[in-house]
């Protein structure tokens, strides 16, 4: 089959989006599948032999005059497209997945009249351009990670202010994506919790949204025993997104015994941000080590063993990767009972805890439990593994996406054509 893999934003350490690119190539091409994945900048790291095919941006969001004018040529910024992008980022909004879109469209005619793509899979940009293609007669199937609504929820509930909330909803290409979705060929998502969430924000049934579970690299993420314990507990991830829970995870360490020490893996922790703040208000900077800085993937994996058990104290996960990676690294797991995170932990209790959503109390009484028994940690870490090797691998995943897309293809080939 030949695959067209859309990201637009495609690098690895700009979360799990990139993550989920790099390893559905790797296992299409090592299928026999022939795929290219078509990327806006931050680019991915392909393996050799998928081409690669850029759509550029001047990436001027979040930039101060006068960083966001190009060094090499100031007067790329007069294209009309870049205008638009300048323009609307100075209000907030975030342009990237309207103008990926926008110019892969402009570019589709060559890249398929070339490449003669059975399928469009787009890594959740929902753009307009997307709709374009369809009408060139090209099926398009997305994935909606989550909903990007339960973001903007996640930021208003910290805080409601009306200036907030207007900047929010400016950020987040919401009307977009509403219209789009319901117009593909298919959505995809990657949870049960994401596949109701879907229903509930884009109107999509349930029925219509086929799920399929991420993967874990087991052979990459796995237990490092020559690495020493620094910490009892981790937590990997954004601090500052809002729903990650960060501030109920460093209530609970507060309510613990003293001797309990927690690390945070994070590479862009800011001074004046959640973290720090909460480090104060709690008075257990003391307690908490911070690694403030971008890992290699083989740094990020020492890491996890640099601790006895992974906190996952987030809201919502569309999958969980912290979670996953963890426990295919051997660390039991106590993660709040929010999004998909069940589904990826496991209910029965063998390979962590599951507490309530923004309830630091009960976060800490598991954390204590998991702690109290080394043994019993240490039997739970080795059946998470077992759990994350058997359930949650890319070679599944990418060959149960591939059904999706054949079905799909069946589906559009019995399409009346319009007149």
């Given at each position: 089959m030949r695959i067209a893999l859309l990201t637009y934003r495609g690098n690895m350490y700009c979360g799990g989006q990139g993550i989920y690119a790099a390893y559905l190539a790797r296992e299409w091409k090592r299928a026999g599948h022939d795929v290219h994945v078509i990327a806006g900048p931050p680019l991915p790291e392909v393996e050799p032999g998928i081409p690669l095919h850029v759509m550029p941006n001047e990436n001027v969001f979040g930039q101060e005059h006068p960083d966001w004018l190009p060094r090499?040529?100031?007067?790329?910024?007069?294209?009309?497209l870049s205008l638009w992008e300048l323009g609307v980022s100075r209000?907030?909004?975030?342009?990237?997945?309207?103008?990926f879109g926008i110019r892969l469209l402009q570019r589709w005619r060559q890249l398929q009249n070339r490449h003669r793509f059975d399928v469009v899979f787009d890594n959740q940009s929902l753009s307009w351009g997307l709709l374009g293609i369809r009408a060139a007669g090209v099926p398009v199937v997305s994935v909606i990670h989550h909903p990007l609504h339960i973001d903007r929820e996640a930021d208003f509930a910290i805080d409601p202010s009306l200036v907030k909330k207007i900047k929010r909803t400016l950020y987040f290409p919401l009307l977009m994506q509403q219209i789009v979705a319901p117009r593909l060929d298919k959505i995809v998502t990657v949870s049960e919790a994401s596949r109701r969430e879907i229903e509930r924000y884009f109107g999509i049934p349930e029925k219509r949204v086929a799920v399929v579970y991420n993967g874990t690299d087991t052979e990459l993420f796995r237990p490092a025993p020559w690495v020493e314990k620094q910490a009892d507990l981790l937590f990997v991830g954004r601090t500052e997104d809002r729903k990650k829970g960060v501030g109920t995870l460093l209530e609970a360490i507060s309510l613990l015994p003293e001797h309990v020490t927690l690390k945070i893996v994070d590479g862009r922790i800011p001074d004046d941000g959640l973290v720090m703040r909460y480090l104060r208000r709690h008075r257990i900077e003391h307690r908490v080590?911070?690694?403030?800085?971008?890992?290699?993937?083989?740094?990020?994996?020492?890491?996890?063993?640099?601790?006895?058990?992974a906190v996952v104290p987030s809201f919502f996960e569309g999958f969980g990767f912290p979670a996953s990676e963890a426990m295919a690294c051997g660390l039991p797991v106590v993660a709040n009972a929010a999004g998909a995170l069940?589904?990826?932990?496991?209910?029965?209790?063998?390979?962590?805890?599951?507490?309530?959503?923004?309830?630091?109390?009960?976060?800490?009484?598991?954390?204590?439990?998991?702690?109290?028994?080394?043994?019993?940690?240490?039997?739970?870490?080795?059946?998470?593994?077992?759990?994350?090797?058997?359930?949650?691998?890319?070679?599944?995943?990418?060959?149960?996406?591939?059904e999706v897309f054949r079905e799909t293809l069946h589906a559009a080939h019995r399409r009346p054509r319009a007149a």
């Open positions: 090499e040529d100031p007067f790329a910024l007069l294209k009309p209000f907030g909004v975030f342009p990237e997945m309207q103008t080590k911070l690694v403030r800085r971008m890992l290699e993937i083989d740094e990020l994996v020492e890491q996890y063993s640099t601790a006895r058990v069940p589904e990826v932990v496991g209910t029965d209790g063998s390979t962590g805890r599951l507490v309530p959503p923004r309830d630091p109390r009960a976060m800490a009484e598991a954390i204590a439990d998991v702690l109290s028994d080394p043994v019993r940690t240490q039997a739970m870490g080795l059946a998470a593994r077992e759990r994350i090797r058997h359930v949650f691998q890319w070679k599944t995943a990418a060959a149960e996406l591939v």
